[in-house]
């Protein structure tokens, strides 16, 4: 009786295969659900690249033969066994941050979660990094990422150094640079022209003297007619008409000494109306120039590098608002880090906290937004009713131009050390 139920439990067990779940049991199932997606990383062990499900199963693990031997071969070269690790760790994450994310900047911690979502990737506890803020100061020390922090954590932005974008950024730069040549050429070519008319409207003025009479009482007679020539009037008082009759109209007797001519010329007044209209076609092309460069040097953001600042939110407190800083470095655009004048802190704030400062005349300016974006200039007056101010470029191919009614929010102090 007992062997038949030995019989019994053997057939039993090799009927369900109690070792091992069939494929497509509940038990199957389940197993691969665990097995699927992350684990607890203590749990992991690198060296042999294996993951336990719980910490039985990485006990068991760490006191197999196989685990002892990589122990073993790790102790004799511990060196080599971290540098692998750290610089296969190091590869995929930078290809992971320039095929998801490019060149934006992003937080360090959302390009890790979405590196350890591969279920065979490089652990960093393999690493020499220990958290992922000593990465990211590893990144940015060798010039791979620019990394910055803040409230939030830490900010990394890739730099691009692939040959073909570098290829790229050259082509770019050469086109912006020929059109900057011949932008300039076009600025040459203006300003010559205004020197050349300025050359031909320069005539001498007219001196006008006060006319006398020899007789006041006499009138003076204009005589017009047919005859008289149009390049000049002549004036004749009406006494030699009535003692000389014989003297035609237009034409002076060589006794007569009360007569005199007044020139008048057409070629004068035709000069001066090409001039006018020479003058009005250059106004013309000069409006439309400016007209484009306004068009072109407007933006949205006007942050730039050195020049004082001064905060207007009110967010950071009293002990920040009202003060007046110099801009360190430009981030993204619209935001910048801003080192504080009187206390030296340095701070990370946007544009839309920040108000430019206006010096007093005839102090060094910069062209923050507008058509001479970038320009050095020379503040020349200020229109405190209406807001706005006049000055002189004192940089690029159209220095020494007077510009007026630039808004306050166009122009801002330079600082200086």
């Given at each position: 009786m007992i062997l038949g139920r030995w019989h019994y439990c053997v057939n039993y067990c090799q009927k369900n295969k109690m070792g091992k779940a069939e494929v497509g049991t509940p038990k199957w199932i389940g197993n691969k659900m665990k097995s699927k997606g992350l684990q607890k990383l203590r749990w992991y062990c690198q060296m042999c690249q294996k993951q336990c499900r719980d910490e039985n199963g990485f006990k068991c693990h760490t006191s197999s033969e196989s685990h002892q031997r990589q122990l073993l071969l790790f102790a004799d070269n511990s060196r080599k066994y971290l540098d692998e690790f750290?610089?296969?760790?190091?590869?995929?994450?930078?290809?992971?941050?320039?095929?998801?994310?490019?060149?934006?900047?992003?937080?360090?911690?959302?390009?890790?979660?979405?590196?350890?979502?591969?279920?065979?990737?490089?652990?960093?506890?393999?690493?020499?990094?220990?958290?992922?803020?000593?990465?990211?100061?590893?990144?940015?020390?060798?010039?791979?990422?620019?990394?910055?922090?803040?409230?939030?954590?830490?900010?990394?932005?890739?730099?691009?150094?692939?040959?073909?974008?570098?290829?790229?950024?050259?082509?770019?730069?050469?086109?912006?640079?020929?059109?900057?040549?011949?932008?300039?050429?076009?600025?040459?070519?203006?300003?010559?022209?205004?020197?050349?008319?300025?050359?031909?409207?320069?005539?001498?003025?007219?001196?006008?003297?006060?006319?006398?009479?020899?007789?006041?009482?006499?009138?003076?007679?204009?005589?017009?007619?047919?005859?008289?020539?149009?390049?000049?009037?002549?004036l004749v008082p009406?006494?030699?008409?009535?003692?000389?009759?014989?003297?035609?109209?237009?034409?002076?007797?060589?006794?007569?000494?009360?007569?005199?001519?007044?020139?008048?010329?057409?070629?004068?007044?035709?000069?001066?109306?090409?001039?006018?209209?020479?003058?009005?076609a250059l106004d013309e092309i000069m409006r439309e120039q400016e007209a484009s460069k306004e068009k072109s040097g407007r933006k949205d953001y006007w942050l730039t590098e050195n020049i004082v600042v001064k905060v207007i939110t009110k967010s950071l407190g009293d002990k920040y608002y009202k003060k007046k800083g110099f801009i360190k470095q430009v981030i993204d655009k619209y935001g910048a880090m801003v080192t504080m004048m009187d206390t030296g802190h340095t701070l990370k704030l946007d544009q839309s906290h920040l108000e430019t400062v206006i010096p007093a005349e005839g102090r060094t300016v910069m062209v923050v937004n507008g058509a001479y974006r970038g320009c050095r200039a020379v503040l020349k007056s200020l229109d405190a009713k209406n807001f706005c101010v006049t000055i002189i470029i004192d940089s690029g191919p159209v220095k020494g131009r007077i510009v007026e009614g630039v808004q306050y929010e166009d122009i801002c102090k330079i600082h200086t050390e």
């Open positions: 750290s610089h296969e760790f190091e590869k995929d994450f930078l290809n992971l941050l320039r095929r998801q994310f490019g060149t934006k900047r992003v937080h360090a911690n959302v390009v890790y979660q979405e590196y350890i979502r591969d279920r065979n990737h490089t652990h960093m506890n393999a690493t020499r990094w220990t958290s992922l803020t000593g990465l990211c100061k590893h990144l940015s020390r060798h010039g791979k990422v620019v990394a910055d922090e803040t409230e939030k954590g830490w900010f990394i932005t890739y730099i691009d150094r692939d040959p073909e974008t570098i290829a790229r950024a050259e082509a770019l730069a050469k086109k912006q640079k020929m059109d900057k040549d011949d932008q300039e050429r076009v600025y040459d070519f203006i300003e010559k022209q205004v020197q050349k008319g300025k050359k031909e409207g320069e005539e001498e003025e007219a001196v006008f003297t006060e006319f006398k009479r020899e007789n006041p009482e006499e009138k003076i007679q204009i005589q017009l007619g047919s005859k008289i020539k149009k390049e000049e009037v002549q009406s006494s030699s008409f009535a003692d000389k009759k014989d003297v035609k109209p237009g034409k002076s007797s060589d006794t007569d000494d009360s007569t005199f001519k007044m020139p008048y010329s057409k070629d004068v007044k035709k000069e001066k109306t090409t001039e006018k209209r020479k003058l009005s």
